[in-house]
């Protein structure tokens, strides 16, 4: 399937009828739905304020816009983020969202803090397409696109929960975000395009480009987009030194193989020594994690300014694959640390609650096509509490 084909089957529901959300819209697009309403342009710039600087979720608090305009814009907007189906913490600090959007599906947000900084992991997509074997997501049948307002709206319930609003310049709990959730960004890329842009905006959330990173299984054709449009750090789901096992571990390298992934990688904008791609390397014993493995990948890597992530494979149930041994991956990293490829090795984070890379499956089922396109704000008003048992299937 095409990219825009994708894009067109698997769309968010249509924000159509009834009330409007203002979450999600660019600025010209907020300026535009202002000017509908009679008033001029910098009352968008007010309301971005509120939005995104002081996290308001309510009109009647925009203190600074008349009572009449307040009252208004109630009428016929709304302030839309996700619901907190169920919220999780791990003995190590991380956090868990399973959050429920306004058809009923349900995607998952991680916060990990640590001492220097605090990063969430946000989602693209509900399940995704692409199948890698090692992945929980994987198993779990694409159902749609997230809409931009569906994932600002992850950053934004995220400051909820860590109190930070209005959007602290010093000392923040979020500082940092990566597109590692459940989903392939590269295939919902005009909605985490939007997105993004709102996140970096610097009268709002302010999150800035160098603090936020991509990661793809391998999208070539989208990559120099992403590059282009966004600036982003890029991280890229290697996993594999040869064609034959890529394909086997991440099924997307069959149309995409290695050598037009690694020109693709060469090719990003923006990349030079200071500002490496990441590659992601996730460990499976007996897999992918031998010493000629580890040779092969410094072969691969040599004239890409790269640093590799070696990513300790996380278990779930029913997995076929198990976790390299400590003697295993030490090894493995001495060898990229002695051809001066930077190599840390990723501490698995809110395993205890399923929330580490790869573990994130949500219960949402592929619905139909109709369905699909239901009125996300007529949705959200007759909204009922979800079922207990869809709340923790599949965690
Ligand atoms: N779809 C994108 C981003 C989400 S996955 C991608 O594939 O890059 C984020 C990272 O977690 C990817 O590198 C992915 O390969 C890795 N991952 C998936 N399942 C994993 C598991 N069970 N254990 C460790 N890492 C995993
Ligand atoms: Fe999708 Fe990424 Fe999981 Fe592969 S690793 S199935 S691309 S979420």
């Given at each position: ?123 693209s997509q509900v399940g995704c397409t692409l199948t890698c074997r090692f992945c929980h997501t994987g198993t779990q049948r694409l159902v749609r696109n997230l809409s931009a307002a569906e994932i600002v709206g992850q950053v934004m319930l995220a400051?909820d929960a860590l109190e930070e609003w209005p959007s602290p310049a010093e000392g923040r709990q979020l500082t940092n975000l990566v597109m590692m959730g459940m989903g392939e960004p590269l295939y919902n890329l005009d909605n985490v395009v939007k ?201």
């Open positions: 399937m095409s990219q825009s084909a994708h894009a067109r089957s698997f769309a968010p529901p249509a924000d159509t009828g009834g009330r409007r959300n203002l979450v999600g819209l660019s600025r010209t697009e907020m300026e535009a739905e202002i000017a509908g309403l009679g008033e001029p342009a910098f009352r968008a710039r007010q309301l971005w304020h509120w939005i995104y600087h002081r996290g308001a979720t309510d009109f009647a608090a925009m203190t600074t816009l008349s009572k009449d305009f307040r009252a208004r814009l109630a009428d016929t907007h709304v302030l839309w983020r996700p619901q907190v189906a169920t919220a999780q913490q791990s003995q190590d600090g991380t956090r868990k969202w399973l959050l429920r959007l306004p058809d009923g599906q349900e995607v998952e947000s991680v916060h990990i803090p640590e001492e220097d900084r605090g990063t969430l992991c946000v989602s400051r997105a993004l842009k709102i996140v970096m905006d610097p009268e709002g959330l302010s999150i800035s480009k160098r603090k936020i990173t991509l990661s793809t299984s391998g999208v070539v054709p989208m990559m120099a987009r992403c590059g282009e449009e966004l600036g982003v750090n890029l991280a890229v789901s290697l996993h594999a030194v040869t064609d034959n096992l890529r394909n086997e571990l991440v099924p997307i390298n069959r149309k995409y193989p290695l050598a037009d992934l690694l020109t693709a990688c060469r090719a990003y904008p923006g990349v030079h020594n200071a500002r490496r791609i990441t590659f992601e390397y996730v460990m499976l014993d007996g897999v992918n994690d031998s010493p000629a493995d580890a040779h092969a990948l410094v072969r691969l890597l040599r004239d890409i300014p790269a640093k590799v992530n070696l990513i300790p494979f996380n278990p779930w149930p029913g997995t076929a694959y198990a976790c390299s041994t400590p003697a295993a991956m030490d090894t493995f990293a001495a060898i990229l640390m002695e051809a001066h490829l930077a190599s840390p090795i990723r501490q698995p984070r809110g395993q205890d609650i399923m929330a580490a890379c790869g573990q994130l499956k949500s219960a949402s089922q592929r619905l139909p096509r109709t369905a699909r396109s239901v009125d996300t704000l007529a949705a959200l008003e007759k909204e009922k509490p979800l079922p207990a048992d869809t709340a923790e299937e599949g965690l």
